[in-house]
């Protein structure tokens, strides 16, 4: 699986960590609904490790899109928010 | 569905726009490289405009930096010369000019880090693009409309996405570059006023520490001159002078207060 940290680049990641992944994903989803923004910290943080940790650094070369997109390690909660907005940050 | 997985589709969904837009897929190859190209020199661009920031703030590190030495000095010598007042007055000046430093610092790191975040971004996007250019050939040459839609597809995901995390990576730089150059500005012109200390000044411009420093220093080998040149005298005389050397200092004195 391809995980994109946004400023870092993207990794591949063994499939056998989806479920763990993805238990974490949903974690920060619901801080982000809930605005909770130290939860959001956390989990976020530990996201990202875990894909560090476990994840291959993509060779540059290679041009596929990503599964999860992450965002960087210092984001906000607000920042995430307009990343997610429909005309948000990412520049068509 | 968890937060990564929307980000991802948002970024698909952009890349998606664009392909749609397109009657021929193949058209939205050449029209993405070159809008791939464009983006490569505007992120070499910001990595130059960051750097000039960086500079300029180690410029200015370095001007603080002589300023707060300058300071110490100048409270040595003030202590040396018994005037604690003046002391007080630099060592009170060297630690507004050392907090300005420390702020200073902290900006140049973060500074520091988004030109080596931005650096990687680009030398990234140029094997990409170049990547891409070769993919690109080849899709054209061997086109089959089914089977080119679904390599189409996924090179155009895949660099959009590259593009949109460039483009992020770049504005957030920007930003940071434009709140450091307005708060730049702002430390230039406390130096040019001369606020935090002239040690920045051009040559011959002085400051007020310094000043008073040097008409202590002065006033001291004045008195020291007059001593030795009186010690000097035949034994007669001393007498005398010392007697016309106390109306000499009174005389003016008196003009003064007269015109006063």
Do not use: C, W
Request: proline share 3%; glycine share 8%; no cysteine.
């Amino acid at each position: 699986m391809i995980v994109r940290i946004l400023g870092e680049g993207q990794l591949d990641v063994p499939d056998g960590e989806l479920a763990a992944l993805n238990a974490l994903d949903d974690d920060l989803q619901s801080a982000v609904e809930s605005s909770d923004e130290s939860t959001f910290t956390s989990s976020l943080s530990a996201l990202l490790s875990r894909v560090r940790e476990v994840g291959r650094p993509l060779p540059d070369d290679e041009i596929v899109p990503s599964e999860l997109v992450l965002p960087a390690g210092d984001a906000t909660l607000a920042e995430v928010r307009e990343l997610l907005s429909d005309d948000g940050l990412i520049p068509g | 569905m968890g937060m990564g997985q929307r980000l991802a589709l948002i970024f698909k969904s952009k890349a998606n726009k664009v392909l749609d837009r397109a009657e021929d897929p193949r058209e939205t190859l050449d029209y993405s490289y070159q809008k791939q190209l464009e983006l490569l020199t505007k992120v070499r661009r910001g990595v130059a405009d960051v750097a000039t920031s960086r500079k300029r703030l180690e410029i200015q590190m370095q001007q603080l930096q002589a300023s707060a030495d300058k300071l110490q000095s100048q409270a040595q010598q003030a202590v040396g010369a018994g005037r604690d007042d003046l002391g007080r007055e630099a060592l009170t000046r060297r630690a507004g000019v050392n907090q300005q430093l420390a702020d200073l610092q902290t900006q140049h790191a973060q500074l520091q880090a988004e030109e080596e975040k931005l650096t990687g971004a680009s030398q990234r996007l140029q094997t990409k693009v170049d990547a891409f250019r070769t993919r690109k050939e080849t899709i054209k040459a061997t086109y089959t409309a089914a089977e080119a839609q679904t390599k189409i597809g996924e090179a155009m995901s895949g660099i959009s996405e590259e593009m949109g995390d460039v483009g992020m990576a770049m504005q957030r730089a920007e930003d940071k570059t434009q709140q450091m150059q307005a708060r730049a500005g702002a430390i230039d012109e406390l130096i040019a006023s001369g606020a935090l200390d002239d040690a920045s000044q051009p040559l011959g411009g002085r400051d007020d520490i310094q000043a008073e420093l040097d008409r202590a220093g002065a006033s001291s080998d004045v008195e020291l001159e007059l001593a030795k040149l009186k010690g000097e005298l035949p034994a007669g005389q001393q007498q005398q002078a010392l007697g016309a050397a106390q109306t000499q200092a009174t005389e003016p004195q008196a003009q003064t207060e007269e015109q006063k």
